[in-house]
């Protein structure tokens, strides 16, 4: 039921995400990816935190955050 009421939200969120990336504001990137990652959890949409958690972790690879980078990446699959 929370997602049915974020997923507006979320989409606009993941467009901010998107565009922060064209831009390599990789800060307001993953501030955005981590929003649309808890609402996924809270959702339990297994794919969406798999994209969500991929998504991440090439932003913090870009950002130089390996360990961080890392951690996503195993969250995605």
């Known amino acids: 039921m929370a997602w049915q009421q974020s997923i ?3 989409r606009r969120a993941q467009l901010r995400a998107n565009q922060a990336e064209l831009s390599r504001e990789w800060h307001m990137a993953t501030h955005n990816y ?3 990652l ?3 959890h809270a959702a339990h949409d297994l794919r969406a935190v798999r ?3 991929g998504k991440l972790s ?4 870009a950002m130089g955050f390996i ?3 890392s951690y996503y990446r195993s969250l995605a699959g």
């Not at 090439?58 to 690879?61: I, T, V």
């Open 34 to 36: 981590l929003y649309c």
């Open 58 to 61: 090439l932003a913090y690879r």
């Open 67 to 69: 360990s961080k980078a």
């Open 38 to 40: 808890e609402q996924a």
């Open 51 to 53: 994209y969500f958690a």
């Open 8 to 10: 507006h939200e979320v």
